[in-house]
């Protein structure tokens, strides 16, 4: 079966050659998966700006289907959440006692290592083992491992945070230019932004 694939962003058409095709929605990711004839994949990213449309051979290419706008909300949450999850796993930098920086990664593991640590020096160990990102694993004097933990539960709280108001902001759209505007890392509306800063500033 022949696709037409057309990007809404610069217009650009292509056509394919494909025996599937797994839209987003069904995909529980914001990609839509095209199974090629020749056995490979072509995966468009974000699936919100592609619209894919079978040819029908010796007709007049028909209209693609236009996702509606809740179709496209639905996109953009999986979007902007796997977009948060990535951020917080990738971790934060934290500054020392001494002044040394250095970076601490927050894969699953990571977190479940450093939560150890801080429960550690909390019941009264003078130190704990950890590594930074790149380093060999020493004892942390109980001050570090806290900057650390301190570190890391402010980054992913604000992440969780934001993309928390982001959500807000994508199911409170009106129309689909709205929604395909959002990105993660975008300044918040005003009366969002507030909220936000609210709520972070009554941790410390």
Same mark, same amino acid.
């Given at each position: 079966?022949?696709?037409?694939?057309?990007? /809404?962003?610069?217009?650009?058409?292509?056509? *394919?050659?494909?025996?599937?095709?797994? @839209?987003?929605?069904?995909?529980?990711? $914001?990609?839509? +998966?095209?199974?090629?004839?020749?056995?490979?994949?072509?995966?468009? +990213?974000?699936?919100? !700006? #592609?619209?894919?449309?079978?040819?029908?051979?010796? =007709?007049?290419?028909?209209? &693609?289907?236009?996702?509606?706008?809740?179709?496209?909300?639905?996109?953009?949450?999986?979007? @902007?959440?796997?977009?948060?999850?990535?951020?917080?796993?990738?971790?934060?930098?934290?500054?020392?006692?001494?002044?040394?920086?250095?970076? +601490?990664?927050?894969?699953?593991?990571?977190?479940?290592? /450093?939560?150890?640590?801080?429960?550690? *020096?909390?019941?009264?160990?003078?130190? #704990? &083992?950890?590594?930074?990102?790149?380093? @060999?694993?020493? *004892? #942390?004097?109980?001050?570090?491992?806290?900057?650390?933990?301190?570190?890391?539960?402010?980054?992913? /709280? %604000?992440?969780?945070?934001?993309?928390?108001?982001? $959500?807000?902001?994508?199911? !409170?759209? =009106?129309? *689909?230019? =709205?929604?395909?505007?959002? !990105? %993660?890392?975008?300044?918040?509306?005003?009366? @969002?932004?507030?909220?936000?800063? =609210?709520?972070?500033?009554?941790?410390?």
């Amino acid at each position: 079966m022949i696709f037409l694939i057309k990007n /809404l962003e610069t217009q650009d058409e292509e056509t *394919v050659d494909a025996i599937d095709v797994v @839209l987003g929605t069904e995909w529980g990711d $914001n990609k839509t +998966i095209l199974l090629l004839s020749d056995g490979s994949k072509k995966e468009l +990213i974000p699936a919100d !700006r #592609y619209l894919v449309s079978m040819v029908v051979s010796g =007709e007049d290419t028909p209209e &693609p289907h236009i996702p509606t706008l809740e179709e496209l909300k639905g996109l953009k949450l999986s979007e @902007l959440s796997v977009t948060c999850n990535r951020t917080i796993t990738a971790g934060c930098d934290v500054t020392l006692t001494d002044g040394t920086k250095g970076h +601490i990664s927050m894969t699953e593991e990571d977190q479940i290592n /450093l939560m150890a640590a801080q429960a550690a *020096v909390q019941a009264g160990q003078a130190g #704990y &083992p950890f590594h930074l990102d790149g380093e @060999l694993c020493k *004892v #942390y004097a109980a001050a570090d491992i806290v900057l650390m933990a301190t570190a890391a539960t402010m980054h992913k /709280l %604000y992440h969780t945070t934001y993309c928390n108001h982001l $959500n807000v902001w994508v199911r !409170r759209c =009106e129309s *689909v230019e =709205e929604v395909q505007a959002i !990105r %993660y890392g975008a300044a918040l509306p005003p009366d @969002l932004a507030a909220n936000m800063a =609210e709520v972070l500033g009554h941790v410390g």
